[in-house]
């Protein structure tokens, strides 16, 4: 397929997610036979030691849309989502969580903003950053209280205005895609962070749709991970002011 021929990839990165990612495999396919786009689903392991390789197996012949990035080690979200952005070859390109915790219905809205020219267009669960943005089902208070906490100090060294980095439902123009991601360095949870920041720094006009987000108690995020994001937040900071980044 040649890049011309397909309007959008879906990128989902998987870990362990045998039990989350045919339901959520299921739930895009269902999405797309209604609309009109080509597209192709990517499905990038990220070192599963779980059966989500045997059970992604088991539903490849489903659809010809469907392929898999099969990596043995296990690098991290930041790195398995830049892998699926590069090998992509959708106009635009969307990366969405093997939780389903914010559905593929929501693009409706970001085609909208696509069509008014930009170039990222991000969901966000917090209502500071668009009306309408909720957490349908909410993570618990402490989860809650943690990443607001962690949100204002994003906000006052990398990404200012932006209330909601973390939202794993993200879309971009080819070209801003490309760009971004084959400057990325952040591996883990803070590669949301530094691909926005990275997103302004080289002009690109961001966008941000309301989520109804459906939290999945079995999140791989952990509290030390909280922490790691607060130091590739720092990191972000850091490389931009000393132009570690090639831009």
Known sequence: MAQADLDLSIIVPAYN??????????????????????????????????????????????????????????????????????????????????DNSTDIAHFDMMRTLFDKGYDVVIASRNPHDVPGAQETVPQAWTKRILGRIGNLFVQLLAVRGIWDTQCGFKAFRAEAAERIFSLTEIEGWGFDIEVLALARALNFKVGIIPAHWVNDDRSHVRWLDYLGVLADTIRVRYNLAAGKYKL
């Open 17 to 98: 997610e045998a039990e989350r990612i045919p339901q959520t495999l299921k739930r895009l396919r269902e999405y797309f036979s209604g609309q009109s786009c080509s597209y192709e689903i990517i499905v990038v392991l990220d070192g599963p030691s779980d059966s989500t390789r045997d059970v992604l197996k088991g539903m490849s012949g489903e659809t010809e849309q469907f392929r898999c990035v099969d990596r043995t080690e296990n690098r991290g979200k930041g790195f398995t989502v830049k892998e699926g952005m590069l090998k992509a070859l959708g106009h635009v390109r969307l990366f969405t969580d093997a």
